[in-house]
């Protein structure tokens, strides 16, 4: 065994036209992401964004079932009111993979823009958090 140790690095982008970024990509306008779209592998998720707007993150992140999330957007209604409630981003509970991936002594950096991850327990990892 030599020191190739195998990296990985996961890029999420939100709300991005990935059409003007394949396109300027191609034209050496974005050369990092030529290069990472020549190198390594992409691909463009579907959503469930219309239906479920704030579970899309969480659900990449968790590895849950956006159906299993407890928040599904900014205000929700509430069975035991009748009422509509302000939902809070710690509504959503579940344990980020990085978490998984530290506690087995892999090291990991995370940059996260999300305001929903920014409450998570990062506590072995290198953490961004915006």
Known sequence: MGNNIARQLLIGLDAME???VERWAAEGKLPTFQRLL?????GELKT????LP????ASICTGTNPGKIEKYFY???DPSTGNLK????DAIHGV???EYLSESGKRVS???TSHQLGRARHQDCTCLIS
């Open 110 to 112: 995370i940059v996260v």
């Open 18 to 20: 990935w059409n003007l």
């Open 75 to 77: 205000v929700q209604y």
């Open 96 to 98: 980020p993979f990085w």
């Open 54 to 57: 704030d579970t899309v993150w």
């Open 38 to 42: 020549k190198e390594g592998l992409h």
């Open 86 to 89: 302000n939902t809070p981003d």
């Open 48 to 51: 469930t964004s219309a239906q």
